[in-house]
Each structure stands twice: as C-alpha cells, then as structure tokens.
C-alpha cells in the first residue's frame, strides 16, 4: 500500500522537474520567470534637406539578427517614401524622394527587446578578414611580423591581440618579434581598425559595429565597437580596458560590419537625435513574446499560446491545486477543522470579486442570517431538497440587499459577489448547522475559522503573481504538487492537534 | 530530531492517531462494499439474527409511506416501543415510547405526543428528514430497553452503552458510555457523556474521561465511575468478536446494551470507531493493534479463541 504511493508522487515529482529542467536548459527558459524583464523604446529623429531629387537616408535598425526582438516599429517618413531592406545582419530603413523646403521630418520608432543571452542561434561562423582599404602589402608586412603567435591556440591569440593593442607590452618569451617595426606598420590606423588589423592577422574573426550604449537618454550620435568572435557569439571588445564584456547587456547595436548606422546621400540630416527609454514590461508579456516566436514544440504548446481572454482563468485555476494540497496538509498534518476540502477553495475564488476584508464579512453575516432561518426551518420539518432550495434563494436575496446597499452607498464590493458563492454559501450554511446539531456550537464555530483562514491563505496564495506566472510558464509543476498531495495522503503520523487530543497520554502514565 | 519530540511520547503510548486510522487500519480492512451493512440498521439486525446475537426485538419494519397502515398492528399489542430511522446518526429521530395511555404516547422523557403525530413523524423519517444525505429511509420500530440495574449510580437518566472495539475479529478495548445531565440522557460523548474505559481481562471499569478530562466520580450522580463489575462480560466480548464473521469488516466499534430481562443487545455496528475510547482507558489502540497482528495465526480461528486470547494477553 505504501510503496505504490511512493513510487508514483516520485515518479510524478521526477517528470515534472524533468520537464522543468528542459525548459531551462535546451529553451533557454529563465529559472525566476518571475523576475520583471524591460523593454526598450528606441527612438530615432531627424530632419533631412537636400535640393535633389532623390535625396536619401539610410538607417540601420535593431535587428533580431543582432539579438533583439522587435515588439513593434513605426516609420514616419512625410512627404518621402520609405521602406525596408536587409544587408548581412542589418535592417536598413530607406527614405527616399524629396525632402520639402523647409526639410523633411522623419523618424522611427521601435519597442525592443533584449533576448536573453546564449538563446539567440548563431549563424555560421564568420571568418577572419581585414578592414576594407588595406593594401596586400600592409597585410603580408604584418602577418610576416606577427607570423610567431599565429600558431599559438586561440584564447593565448586573442590575448596577446588584447595586450598589444592595450599598451603595446608584447611581454612574454616571444623574443623574436620586431616590434619597433611592427608599431610602425601600425601606427597610421585608428584605434579600431588598429584592432582588426590585430586581430585579422592572427586568423580571429572581427567586425565593428555601430550603435548606442544601452541607458536611458537622448544622444545626437552613435559609437562604434569592435565586437570578437568568440566561438559561441559576438563579444564587444572594451576599448579602454581591451576586455571582453558581453555586448548584449550593455550595448545597442545597429550596425554590424563597419557599415555606419545613419548614411546620406543628395541630404544633410539635422537635428539627429537617438532617444532610449526603459519600461518595465509586463511579466506576462514578455512571455507571450518569446513563445509566439518560438517553432519548439514546447512553446507552441505553451499556455501563452492562447487567447488572453481565457489565460486569466488558467492563471487561477493552475493556482487551486496548490490550495488544496494546502487544505489537506492543514487538516491531516495539524489537524484543522473545515467544511470540506472544496469549501476554501471556491471561498478563496469568490474572495477575488470582493477582496478579503468584504468578502469574510460578507461570508460571515450571510452565514449567520442563513443560520437562523436553518433553524427555523428544521422547526418547519422540510425535505432535503426543498429546505436546500429554500437557503438558495435566501442566499441570494442577501446578495441582491447588498448589491443594492452597495450601490446607494457607493460600496463596489457588495456587487461584486459573482455567481460562484452562492453555492458555497448554502452549503456552508447546512453544514455548519448540521455540526452544531451533531457536535456542538464549539466545533461549529472551530470550523469555521478554520475554513476561514485556510480560504484566506488560499486566497493570498492564488493572488501571488510569482506563482501564477510559475505555474503558467511552468504548468508541468502541477505534477509535482500532486506528487505530494499523495505523499500527503501517505502521511500517517500524528496530527499537531492529536497532542493537546491526547494530551494525558504524553506526561507518561 | 527535537521536534518530534512531543510526538515520541504518544507514539511509545501506542495511541492511534486519526491519520493511521484512517489511512492504515480502515483503508486496509474494512471494504467500502461492506459498509452499507452497518451503516443501514435493519441489515444489521438481519445478520446478527442469522449470527445469533441477540438485538433489542424488532417490532416491525416500515419500508415505505404506503406501508404506514401497519403502524397500528405493529404497536396495538405494546405498550412500550421505540421509533427508530434505520440510517439516522447521532441519534436524532429517535423516539422512545414508555407508555400508552388511550390515543396519547408517553415518551420516556416524560412528553406526551398523540399517534397521529408520531405518524407524521414516521412519514418525515421516511422521506430522509434525518438521513443527512437525503436518501429515502426505512422505519425500525423495536422493543424499549429496560436498562440493567448495575450503571444506576452512574448513569444520568438515559440508557448506558458499552463500546467494544474489536481488530481483526479481537476485542482490543471497551468502554461504557454513561449518560449525564449536560448529554441530555445520551449515550454521546460528543454531546457530554461519560466513557469510562473497562479492563479486558475483569470487566471491571476504571478511569473515566469526561469532556476530555480525567474524572473519577459522575458529575451529576457524585458516585464512582471505577470497579464496577459488567455483566454478561464474557458473552458481551463473543458477541463483538462476532462481528468479524458477522460483516467481514477488520476494524468495528460494536455498541451494545444491557438490558434488564435479556442482558447484552447489540445496537449498531461502527466502521469508523471514534478514538476517544483510547483516553478513556489511559491505553493506545496502536499498541494493541500491533499485539494483535504479531499473534500466531490459531488464535483467530474462532471468536471463543479470539476473546480468549485478548483477555489472558492484551495490557
């Protein structure tokens, strides 16, 4: 008897973090879904002149390709037509025609979000190759002076490039590299193009990428970047301290592979100005972003999947399992007295429309009113189903005096009881007359407190939206709580109540 | 570790908790297909006359509203019954008829009420007024027991009951359950009645708990409730040994009582015994559960043996 319960609530709590463990590993599903994510607005304005006929301006936009999903865009473009075209990795906007007199207002507008880094699949990977302009006989002047280090592994490759371009120590046991020669080979470069020169000539991929550092604020330019290719991704190379950060977190990029982000041609473009601003976006959506994406099986069978209108519902009920795995602890492992496992529940739900404070006293004064006239009815000797009809309508009389009190004093929560309790009322009510009769006005009242704070904690549990959102991105884990609501039921010790019960048995007799 | 400290001391006295019982005792014995056997006491009555245990005398049985003509033959030649809905609980619905004078029933609490009315109150049993469920309800109109003399200075009006719980066919503790004045002449200690715990092995009753406290004198009568010597012990464990072949349920509370002319009368059988017997008797079921099932298997071959075994072992 015991050893089936066991094999199966493991069996249960083993699938479900199973299936909780593949999300996070191989989908990339964050481990606290609950943590709030934000999402960028970016924002590009300008005014473009130029006399021409076909005057033009090319943007380079946020691009999933450089690990940013775009939630929406806008193109404000005027009298000047617009549209779209990929180069590479880049998504470039494209005004053309031309600009007024007086210049042509144009702008862009997109919400961004950052994806998660290490989920965004990478491509090929790139080879190594130097910056445009450089002379083939720059090139075999370097590689012949760099030539020892290029047979060293690649992360002793990528430093020593580091070290060299940071303070031009080439340190080390590597004696036999001309350095005067090779800092002038290199000095009629900038630093960045220094930096992929370096890097070209020791067979590491690069590129430089346009874009804006990711805070809040308006900037009237961007910056560019050298970015290493690293094996898994792209890593931004810090300029001053020749490091390499991750470039997702800290960096908006525009523009990969020395393309810059905002060109002109036949126009001059005034009053450019790059806008950043961060919101905190919701939970929920940031979820049904990633999922509506994703071609994994998983996340198209994900809840998000389905129309918001129900999803509210399914936050709730994914949450009522825990409440009555909750019930059956309080009862079985402390011993709480209360009508019923469902009783709680459905009061914790109600609880939802009317908030805690009305709806226990709504409860309470229902159940009181619903009490007496029990009591007067069992003078009248009714059958079960007539008596029962009776409370019904007498419940929900109350509800229409409080909604009508509400309403002339101004009290929402009174109308707000909804069609679910009057069921749990009338039985409630039967209940509680039914243990007054059998065990006393003592017991009656011990269990509707218990029921009272069993539905309060369930109540606060289900309104818990790190547990909604959990359960919702995670609904596997209903598994494991009934993994332990049979472990629950396997619990055979004593209840914390039974101590005081048999209290005279513990003092050794 | 420490924390389970309070639990060690309940678990050395071998109490059973409602967990275990629930879950090891009357999970593992008694089948849900048996129940309707106890829980409906007309059945009960059929089987212990084919056992040969002897119920209070069924007068008669009222099965449906169009039977109720037969009140009058049932009682015509009585002058004492009881009125009984045969799945009632806690003893609501009951009346007890002391006597017949012309038209107007005497109850034993004094009232008087006319035949018409207590047929009024025979429809209301029949359409399930007193079965919580709802469920349609048979009639059971049996004889009044005349209590045995021996409880009169502990029993406050009301008729005394004894409680055997039997384990697997082993009676393995008993209690008498003494009516007092806040029970309102009930058998219930729900409701404020005694239980005095009795020994196995004498039949002689000891402690007794009322309201969850240790008493050792009746509140309402001052008298001792220890050393009284039941009757008819030996035949009142055979009969709730019985109950094994009786029902085929492992774990039973057999209520029975005395009755002057007749002595021990089984009244109902229970698959759900309460635990309270346990404070009663200052002694865990647990512990005799276990002595039980480490018993060699001869003992259970009869309730003679059964009974035999509990009194010469369980402590």
């Known amino acids: ?509 | 570790m420490g924390m389970l400290r309070p639990f060690k001391g309940l678990s050395e006295a071998g109490v059973l908790g409602m967990n275990t019982r629930n879950a090891d005792i009357i999970m593992a014995l008694n089948p849900r297909s048996k129940f309707p056997l106890v829980d409906n006491k007309v059945a009960t009555k059929e089987l212990a006359a084919l056992h040969n245990i002897p119920t209070p005398a069924l007068y008669g049985v009222i099965m449906k509203h169009g039977d109720i003509k037969n009140f009058h033959s049932i009682t015509e030649s009585r002058d004492s019954f009881v009125v009984k809905p045969a799945r009632g609980s806690g003893g609501s619905g009951i009346v007890l008829v002391k006597e017949r004078q012309g038209d107007t029933l005497i109850t034993q609490a004094g009232k008087s009420i006319s035949t018409a009315d207590l047929i009024y109150h025979i429809t209301d049993i029949l359409s399930g007024i007193f079965s919580l469920e709802g469920h349609d309800d048979s009639v059971i109109i049996e004889a009044l027991i005349h209590p045995d003399d021996v409880f009169n200075s502990v029993a406050y009006r009301g008729v005394p009951d004894i409680r055997v719980v039997v384990y697997r066919g082993v009676p393995i503790m008993a209690m008498v359950r003494l009516p007092t004045a806040a029970s309102d002449g009930k058998a219930n200690l729900h409701g404020g009645a005694i239980g005095a715990g009795i020994d196995l092995k004498t039949g002689l009753t000891a402690n007794a708990v009322h309201r969850s406290a240790i008493v050792s004198h009746h509140p309402d009568t001052g008298n001792p409730v220890s050393g009284i010597e039941v009757p008819y012990w030996e035949k009142i464990l055979l009969m709730a040994a019985r109950s094994l072949e009786m029902t085929g349920l492992g774990y039973v509370g057999a209520d029975m009582v005395l009755d002057r002319d007749r002595g021990p009368l089984l009244l109902e059988l229970n698959a759900r015994p309460g635990l309270a017997i346990q404070v009663a008797n200052r002694a865990g079921l647990l512990g005799r559960i276990r002595q039980v099932d480490t018993a060699s298997g001869d003992i259970f071959a009869t309730p003679e043996s059964r009974v035999d075994w509990a009194r010469q072992t369980i402590r």
């Open chain 1, 1 to 509: 008897m015991k050893r089936p319960a066991l094999t199966a609530a493991l069996a249960l709590i083993a699938i479900s973090l199973f299936i909780v463990a593949y999300r996070i590993v191989s989908l990339g599903y964050p481990l606290t879904p609950a943590k709030p994510d934000y999402v960028w607005t970016f924002r590009f304005d300008g005014v473009l002149h130029g006399t021409a006929k076909d005057s033009l301006l090319l943007l380079s936009l946020p691009s999933e390709q450089h690990g940013q999903i775009i939630l929406e865009e806008g193109i404000e473009s005027g009298s000047m037509s617009s549209n779209l075209l990929k180069e590479y990795d880049n998504r470039i906007a494209v005004w053309s025609g031309r600009p007024g007199p007086e210049g042509e207002y144009i702008s862009y507008k997109a919400s961004v979000l950052l994806q998660p880094t290490g989920t965004h699949t990478t491509v090929v990977p790139p080879r190594a190759s130097y910056p445009y302009g450089i002379t083939n006989g720059e090139i075999s002047l370097i590689e012949g002076l760099m030539a020892p280090w290029r047979a060293l592994n690649f992360s002793a490759r990528l430093q020593v490039v580091l070290n060299l371009a940071k303070k031009y120590d080439f340190g080390g046991p590597q004696g036999n590299v001309d350095f005067l020669s090779l800092r002038d080979a290199l000095r009629k470069y900038d630093d960045p193009t220094r930096l992929l020169v370096l890097l070209a000539a020791v067979n590491i991929p690069a590129r430089t990428v346009e874009g804006l550092d990711l805070v809040e604020g308006v900037v009237g330019k961007t910056f560019s970047w050298v970015e290493v290719w690293t094996g898994q991704g792209w890593g931004h190379i810090d300029p001053e301290r020749m490091e390499i950060v991750s470039s997702k977190t800290g960096f908006l990029a525009l523009s990969a592979g020395g393309m810059s982000a905002v060109r002109t041609s036949a126009g001059e473009l005034s009053a450019k100005r790059f806008e950043l601003t961060r919101n905190v976006m919701s939970r929920w959506r940031v979820f049904f972003e990633r999922t509506s994406r994703s071609a994994r099986i998983l996340d198209q069978w994900s809840l998000f999947r389905i129309p918001p209108e129900f999803q509210q519902t399914f936050r709730i009920l994914l949450l009522v399992p825990l409440g009555a795995l909750l019930i059956a602890l309080l009862r079985n492992f402390v011993g709480f007295q209360t009508f019923g496992v469902f009783m709680p529940v459905l009061m914790a739900l109600a609880f939802r429309n009317t908030g805690l404070f009305y709806g226990l006293a709504m409860f309470a004064a229902i159940v009181l009113i619903g009490y007496g006239a029990r009591r007067g009815l069992n003078r009248m000797r009714l059958l079960l189903i007539p008596r029962m009809s009776v409370l019904v309508t007498l419940v929900i009389f109350c509800f229409i005096i409080l909604a009508l009190v509400g309403n002339r004093f101004g009290v929402r929560q009174f109308m707000a009881v909804g069609l679910l309790p009057f069921v749990i009322l009338t039985m409630t009510i039967e209940r509680f007359f039914v243990i007054v009769e059998e065990h006393g006005m003592r017991t009656a009242m011990e269990t509707t407190l218990g029921s009272a704070a069993v539905s309060v904690i369930t109540y606060l549990i289900i309104q818990w939206e790190v547990l909604q959102i959990t359960f919702f991105v995670y609904p596997e884990l209903l598994l494991f709580v009934m993994g332990l609501q049979i472990l629950a039921g396997r619990y055979t010790g004593y209840r914390l109540s039974e101590l005081i019960r048999f209290r005279s048995f513990r003092d050794g007799t």
